[in-house]
């Protein structure tokens, strides 16, 4: 069977950390400053009120770039709405956040292939969930619709 799910509490991020030509700096420090840094400056690029991120935190990661043997401090935004990263990765790199300049990773994937990556999930594979609610019958009009409309959680 086939089917169109609706899967909550997954939210499109990238990562990013200073450039080399920044001073050294603290990313704990300086992570309580970016969330709002960062929603005034794409109120202004917009002209819309936020919010427009979830959540701005510090997490260890190996740079993919290179050979790195150690983790270092890249910072994980979080965004509300998957068209938005591009434009919050562009606030970043242009330094337009606490005037430091930012280098931008994984924002070239898309919201479908970070999905996809992220629960481990191929092509036309199976996709096993431990809660999911039918919401109901789709129209029998279309053989190629899906018949049922889960909800998984």
Not at 107 to 127: C, I, P
Request: with cysteine.
């Amino acid at each position: 069977h086939s089917c169109c799910a609706h899967v909550h509490g997954f939210l499109p991020r990238f990562y990013a950390k200073p450039q080399a030509g920044e001073a050294e700096i603290d990313l704990q420090d300086v992570v309580g400053a970016l969330a709002p840094a960062l929603e005034q400056g794409m109120a202004l690029l917009t002209g819309k009120p936020g919010p427009f991120t979830m959540s701005v935190e510090v997490v260890r990661k190996k740079d993919f770039y290179g050979y790195h043997p150690f983790e270092e401090d890249f910072v994980k935004v979080t965004a509300l709405n998957p068209s938005h990263i591009p434009q919050l990765a562009s606030i970043l790199q242009a330094g337009h956040c606490l005037n430091l300049r930012f280098q931008p990773f994984e924002v070239h994937l898309s919201y479908k292939l970070q999905f996809m990556a992220e629960l481990d999930l191929r092509g036309m594979a199976l996709m096993h969930v431990s809660f999911a609610h039918v919401r109901g019958q789709a129209p029998a009009s279309d053989p190629w619709q899906p018949r049922l409309w889960p909800e998984v959680c």
